[in-house]
């Protein structure tokens, strides 16, 4: 069963395994070759990138033949390909020059052990020395454990409550339980669903997601887990802004004060998110002035004002059907003449503007990508123009895109970025209108589904359905047209399903993250503040498989899922 726990022995020959991080292994490198050689190695997820220098293999001559050199730690997340050329070539070699031998592995697992041999005759020779462990058993280990964990919570509530049972103490909990679900039912119940399944995701993607290379966030272009959280969060914001204003609308509150409440509850977002960036130390010469809070205020203040303003009070529902079929995009067309402004915005100035030293349109992380051709051109005008209005000190400095394609500061959440976020706000808003117009479930799945599929044909069509080819690749860091065409689309089938589920049929309550998202704020700063803090997250020894790091992003969850399904329990929420 040590399998379920990636468990490998702590020695193998002169090796010490526990030296090893997650998705590593070792690599014996041997020389039979008359002359100095040189190994180069490229990963997978490099795209377009040379081959980087590792290691200098010395002359045969110069060692028996049964030395080994060093062994090397690779890297086991993606496929592998090396390369052995005679001469130096300095730190990346391109593929104008003939190398000795080359070949490509990608069945190379945590905690194996390989040998490379560099023959005589110029020749690779690669073997297995000790087979890896398997990794994604680890998703079992855990989920048998929170199983176990949860049903012994579930016995002792049960012995509590017999214990201490009061009749008349039940009556009163019994009445109060009709009351909440008769209010329940006046309230959608599966946008708070939404709401709190997208903070539960973010809390475990921030906690690390086990350290698999598919949940967190992709390096530059492509969809992860990671990548979805915050733009799904995004538009289930956009979504209830209609349903706000015109509660509000309804209560007779001016449209004035309605914009002076969407800009202070901004302002509280943008420094809230300010605060939380200077956790690490409140450095000003160097404080990131962007970030996840202040893009939500961003996109809250513009879009909540902008509807405010488009929005009537009195809404008459046409009575012929195909008028009512189209009345929301009626309603809406205010906002979709300023989305299809913000997009020729950001289109024009992705590949018209003119980055200097960069090629037009560029839309690459630089570094070493492209044989190394455009090493500062990060982000293209995305990354110029946030450079320009924030400055070098006032940016993210560790970017995804860093530790693969050694590329310089970039921040996912900068100023540029906006333009297309408000975007996804859009669309949101435009699902809460149909919500407001159309009376029946039916009409409204038929326009979020609609709306889903050409929106995700859009993006596919704009990403040439691949990860790297497309005139517009999906990526999260430049929050790229595709990537918000992608992620509203799966938005839309997620809360199409939600709401089938939970609001039409009733047979799911949302049950817990309906109650998490009625106090996602205090979830999401509550997390960030407690980062690296007991109770929540703790330390075994390296911490160096999957299976503890998994448990360690679970626990952090559950535990805030509790902290939330207390608050409900005390009836206690809150909102900027």
Known sequence: MS???EYTDPKWRDLNMRELHVDEA?????????AHSYLYTLSDECYTCPYTKVK?????ALASASASLEPLKLSSANALSFKIYAHDQGRYAYDNVTSLCELRRIELQEFGVYNLTLLSNGSCNFAVDKPGVPINYAFLSVFLLVTALLVLLKLVSCTWKRYRYDEAAAAADSIGDAAAKATQRKRLRSLDTFRGLSIVLMIFVNSGGGGYNWIEHAAWNGLHLADIVFPSFLWIMGVCIPLSIKAQLGRGISKSRICLRILWRACKLFAIGLCLNSTYGPQLEQLRLMGVLQRFGIAYLIV??????CSRRDQLSPQRAWQRAIYDICLFSGEFAVLLALIA????LTFGLNVPGCPRGYLGPGGKSNNAANPHCIGGAAGYIDLLVL???HIYQHPTAKYIYDSTAFDPEGIFGCLLSVVQTLFGAFAGVTLLVHATWQSRLKRWLLCATVLGLL???LCGFSKEQGIIPVNKNLWSLSFVFVTVALALVLLSLLYYVIDVRQVWSGYPFTECGMNAIIMYVGHTVMHKMLPWHWRIASMNTHFLLLLESVWNTLLWVGIALYLDARQFYYSL
């Open 3 to 5: 399998f379920l726990v």
């Open 26 to 34: 070792y690599m014996y490198l041997q020389s039979h070759y008359g």
């Open 56 to 60: 200098a293999l010395p002359a045969a």
């Open 304 to 309: 909540g004002v902008l509807h405010t303003l």
């Open 345 to 348: 915005g950001y289109l024009g």
């Open 391 to 393: 400055s070098n000190n």
């Open 459 to 461: 993006g596919g069509a």
